[in-house]
């Protein structure tokens, strides 16, 4: 069980410099850009560190893939892709072409010099979207098309994991908010890496 501090890391960083400078969700160059100078500062310590990319800063495969391509050079050990579409009315990515983004993400991810780990997220829960086999549907479908950790923040209660880690042929991570089961209990039925989001954050700047 290793907990997701370096993409924790990576977010403290994106939050500091983007959403309380600028007010709003980091673009794709700066958080390209944050994610590279957080690689080289903890290069000499041999830290591997992995981003949280959202939806991968665009709508449509070709950029999904360039961001994908600027992540590997950035020295990136691993990033997530999420399906979801950043906009309130239509939040989340039809399935098939959730996947076509999550396939464009694994072929450069996968496809250099050095294997580059991909997370598939699923975001439903966090749109209010409680629907867990529909979320497992997907990620299903995510790992098929190359994703080699699964990731659907929301879905962290003890009665709704260990259905989640069954069904799922990749490892699961789980995201830990405030009053989430502990390390110990969600190992135990399975879940493979935990993150803390932005949690160092939100607290850094007194924001719960």
């Not at 239509?90 to 983004?101: C, D, K, L």
């Not at 991810?109 to 991909?118: D, I, K, M, R, S």
Request: with cysteine; proline share 4%; charged share 20%.
């Amino acid at each position: 069980m290793i907990p997701d501090v370096f993409g924790a890391g990576v977010d403290l960083v994106a939050l500091m410099w983007n959403r309380w400078n600028i007010g709003a969700r980091s673009p794709r160059e700066s958080a390209i850009a944050h994610s590279t100078a957080l690689v080289e500062a903890v290069a000499a310590d041999g830290v591997a560190v992995s981003a949280d990319l959202e939806h991968g800063f665009a709508h449509d495969t070709d950029g999904v893939a360039e961001t994908a391509r600027l992540a590997v050079v950035a020295g990136l050990a691993g990033f997530s892709i999420e399906d979801s579409t950043g906009r309130k009315e239509n939040p989340i990515f039809e399935i098939g072409r959730a996947v076509e983004r999550v396939a464009a993400a694994s072929e450069v991810a996968h496809g250099g010099a050095a294997y580059v780990v991909l997370t598939g997220r699923c975001e439903m829960y966090l749109h209010g979207q409680r629907d867990l086999a529909e979320v497992i549907r997907r990620l299903q479908a995510y790992s098929a098309a190359g994703a080699d950790v699964l990731f659907a923040p929301g879905v962290v209660a003890l009665d709704e994991v260990p259905r989640l880690v069954d069904e799922v042929d990749r490892p699961v991570n789980v995201l830990a908010f405030p009053n989430a089961p502990s390390v110990e209990q969600l190992a135990s039925v399975g879940v493979a890496r935990i993150s803390i989001g932005g949690a160092f954050a939100r607290d850094a700047f007194g924001s719960r």
